[in-house]
């Protein structure tokens, strides 16, 4: 385990599975009855923050700092992969085209 897995963890070795297998992250993808708003993925964050009963257990849990977790709850922050993952989800990006 070199600096580079100290310093940048779990996330870095879900990037490195992905590059080795692009598939396996396209499996994965959501379909469109499975999508949530920023909003919702926020209540259900905050919901097991409450869960755990407080905003350093739940960064234990997720594997995140404690300050991290707090500038998402402030809206300081947007939720990356390790807090995502904590609740079962993922970002998914889309684009749609502009009709004429």
Avoid: W
Avoid at 25 to 35: G, N, W
Wanted: glycine fraction near 6%; charge should be negative.
């Amino acid at each position: 385990m070199g600096i580079e897995d100290d310093v940048f963890g779990p996330q870095k070795d879900r990037e490195r599975r992905a590059a080795a297998n692009p598939v396996d992250c396209m499996v994965r993808v959501p379909t469109e009855d499975r999508l949530f708003s920023a909003e919702y993925v926020r209540e259900i964050i905050l919901d097991r923050i409450k869960e755990l009963g407080s905003q350093k257990a739940f960064a234990e849990d997720a594997g995140v700092s404690v300050a991290y977790v707090n500038d998402y709850v402030h809206f300081r922050r947007e939720p990356g992969a390790s807090l995502l993952e904590a609740v079962g989800m993922v970002m998914v990006k889309r684009y749609a085209r502009i009709e004429p």
